[in-house]
């Protein structure tokens, strides 16, 4: 199976796999069901998690319910239970809607929410980050989750985040991120799938962040909390919801 799920990752472009999933998604859920392991965003449990990764797969990280993956599910931990995401009205902004999030988000009355990306079939607005078609200080909240790293010029995507959120408003912007580098590497004399997918994680990824991803963000203008939420919660339940213990999020006000 975990060879399985490499050759179709590494062959199948991303938007017809968003549209296959759809389909692929209730036969695994009824066929891994079990008791091991929950997707807290469903609810749902199983006696194994998917293996997931471009380069290097990890074991039992992808739900087979949501097809969630640890940071997805951090994340709704986070927003359901440390923010008022859920009941108070917000004017969302969601950069490559994860289809996790896409129809649970939807279905918000509190939420005024738009979804953007330039290439996703659930995108609303077909938009470059680097160049957003949307007024200054327009929306609440901006979730912009494991873009940052495929974007070259990710100091002007920065910048465009900035521009847009309200005064006052919250975005969260995590990334793949090595906190045992100090710097970011890049280097974009790597240009073979196998050798970037190696190197940095994905074969369309363009850098590896470092613990200056932080800081950067601060450059920009953004006052950031370094979220290492999985310190919050007891072990066993960091065991059971599959999560990346020590994984922070970049909590970014403006």
Not at 4 to 22: A, G, V
Not at 204 to 227: P, Q
């Amino acid at each position: 199976m975990k060879k399985l799920f490499k050759l179709i990752l590494n062959t199948i472009p991303r938007p017809i796999l968003i549209r296959l999933s759809i389909v692929i998604r209730p036969i695994l859920a009824f066929l891994l069901k079990g008791s091991r392991f929950t997707d807290p965003i469903d609810g749902k449990s199983f006696r194994m998690f998917l293996p997931y990764g471009y380069g290097t797969q990890r074991n039992n990280v992808l739900s087979p319910s949501t097809l969630s993956l640890e940071r997805h599910r951090l994340l709704w931990l986070y927003l359901k239970n440390e923010t008022d995401f859920f009941t108070a009205p917000k004017k969302v902004l969601h950069f490559a809607p994860e289809q996790e999030f896409y129809k649970r988000f939807k279905k918000q009355s509190n939420l005024d929410y738009t979804t953007t990306d330039l290439f996703s079939p659930l995108a609303d607005v077909k938009a470059d980050i680097c160049n957003l078609p949307f007024e200054d200080n327009s929306y609440d909240i901006i979730l912009c989750n494991h873009v940052l790293e495929h974007i070259p010029d990710d100091t002007k995507a920065m910048q465009e985040l900035y521009r847009v959120l309200k005064p006052g408003g919250m975005g969260i912007f995590q990334i793949p991120q090595d906190l045992s580098r100090a710097t970011t590497f890049t280097d974009d004399s790597i240009t073979d799938p196998k050798e970037r997918a190696k190197i940095f994680g994905q074969y369309d990824h363009v850098r590896v962040y470092g613990r200056d991803y932080f800081d950067k963000l601060r450059s920009i203008g953004f006052k950031v909390e370094e979220v290492d939420y999985t310190r919050t919660i007891a072990p066993e339940l960091v065991e059971k919801y599959c999560l990346a213990k020590g994984e922070i999020i970049p909590v970014c006000y403006k």
